[in-house]
């Protein structure tokens, strides 16, 4: 189900990490020993995406490492949903920001987070080893 999700997704948006086999999802999403995924259907019960958060306890913060929302429930709360739960879920365990990286070129995605309180931190080149590059963002929380 994720990677149909996960597929869908990366076909409409380019600038994403494009991981083109289950495995490699697979891989990228359980790198980290405390990463956990979620779900999110709507009220209907529809699937509309998914959120993957990962623990960094030692570092004092919880990254998004995946925010994922269907191409046909975009621009609908569900992205501002998800990320209110991860800063939810980053109060709980009393960790003091929230990060994430994003492609450069995704403008939809930068938009999104700056509306959200988060700051581009610095640049990264080559990221994830595939020749793009991402910002990483930081809320204090
Ligand atoms: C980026 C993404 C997670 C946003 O989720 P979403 O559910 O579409 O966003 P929301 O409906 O919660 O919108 C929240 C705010 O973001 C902004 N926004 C979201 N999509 C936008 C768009 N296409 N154009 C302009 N603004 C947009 C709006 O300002 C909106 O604010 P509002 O509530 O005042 O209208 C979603 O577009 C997505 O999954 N994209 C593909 C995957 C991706 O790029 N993920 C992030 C990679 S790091």
Not at 45 to 72: F, M, Q, S, W
Not at 103 to 113: E, L, S
């Amino acid at each position: 189900m994720l990677f149909l999700i996960e597929r869908e997704i990366a076909k409409a948006t380019p600038t994403l990490l494009q991981l083109g086999t289950k495995e490699k999802l697979l891989e990228f999403l359980t790198s980290e020993p405390e990463s956990h995924t979620w779900l999110w259907t709507n009220k209907n019960g529809a699937n509309v995406g998914y959120l993957t958060l990962i623990d960094k306890e030692e570092h004092g913060e919880l990254e998004v490492l995946a925010i994922r929302i269907l191409p046909g429930h975009q621009k609908s709360g569900y992205g501002k949903e998800m990320m209110a739960f991860a800063e939810k879920i980053a109060k709980k365990k009393g960790r003091a920001k929230v990060t994430l990286v994003t492609n450069i070129k995704n403008t939809i995605a930068i938009g999104f987070y700056k509306g959200l309180g988060y700051k581009v931190v610095k640049e990264i080149a080559n990221y994830f080893g595939d020749g793009e590059n991402r910002y990483l963002l930081v809320k204090e929380i």
